[in-house]
T-cell receptor
Framework: NAGVTQTPKFQVLKTGQSMTLQCAQDMNHEYMSWYRQDPGMGLRLIHYSVGAGITDQGEVPNGYNVSRSTTEDFPLRLLSAAPSQTSVYFC?????????????FGSGTRLTVV | RKEVEQDPGPFNVPEGATVAFNCTYSNSASQSFFWYRQDCRKEPKLLMSVYSSGNEDGRFTAQLNRASQYISLLIRDSKLSDSATYLCVVFSGGYNKLIFGAGTRLAVHP
């Protein structure tokens, strides 16, 4: 199994551009989430989904949109990129609603906004 | 105050040493606790869960102290391959309540 696949691995955007970070999992996990990781800070939750058609905001949702049309895919959209969104983005999935032992991360997307 | 706090390190130790990290959390209602390992420029991976009675996995031992609201990770007989950042993770219920510490960096040298 591929696990959690994120694309692209690296991206450079200009301020004001939009783009979509892709995340796909092949483990039939119900729960998926997006985090960003910045130096000196823990991973911060952007958005999450508990199943197809259901999404909700995390700690730092501003400037990002998500949708969950299928169990497998959970794309993250940057509406109008800003330098403050320069970060490493991780997608994660879990099979259960409680207990995060099965929390699997993608390999990350390194985004730079200039 | 951060919800989950860790000493950022780095902890520089020789091979074979024993090293311990602590992590404090502020929410007394926290339910579950974990240690994740993150290698440089890689994704976090679950190292071990932390149970109330403490638990051990090979050279790694995790302890939970609810009264003082901290968890610890002990690594015995350190290997070069243990060099990484160790993330303390606290779950306080609800999908938006998985809180990550900023991590403690460990560097094991020959």
């Amino acid at each position: 199994n591929a696990g959690v696949t994120q694309t692209p691995k690296f991206q450079v955007l200009k301020t004001g551009q939009s783009m979509t970070l892709q995340c796909a999992q092949d483990m039939n996990h119900e729960y998926m989430s997006w985090y960003r990781q910045d130096p000196g800070m823990g991973l911060r939750l952007i958005h999450y989904s508990v199943g197809a058609g259901i999404t909700d905001q995390g700690e730092v949702p501003n400037g990002y949109n998500v949708s969950r049309s299928t169990t497998e895919d959970f794309p993250l959209r940057l509406l109008s990129a800003a330098p403050s969104q320069t970060s490493v983005y991780f997608c994660a999935s879990s099979p259960a609603q409680v207990g995060f032992d099965g929390y699997t991360f993608g390999s990350g997307t390194r985004l730079t906004v200039v | 105050r951060k919800e989950v706090e860790q000493d950022p390190g780095p902890f520089n130790v020789p091979e074979g040493a024993t090293v311990a990290f602590n992590c404090t959390y502020s929410n007394s209602a926290s339910q579950s606790f974990f240690w994740y390992r993150q290698d440089c420029r890689k994704e976090p991976k679950l190292l071990m869960s932390v149970y109330s009675s403490g638990n051990e996995d090979g050279r790694f031992t995790a302890q939970l102290n609810r009264a003082s609201q901290y968890i610890s990770l002990l690594i015995r007989d350190s290997k070069l391959s243990d060099s990484a950042t160790y993330l303390c993770v606290v779950f306080s219920g609800g999908y938006n309540k998985l809180i990550f510490g900023a991590g403690t960096r460990l560097a094991v040298h020959p």
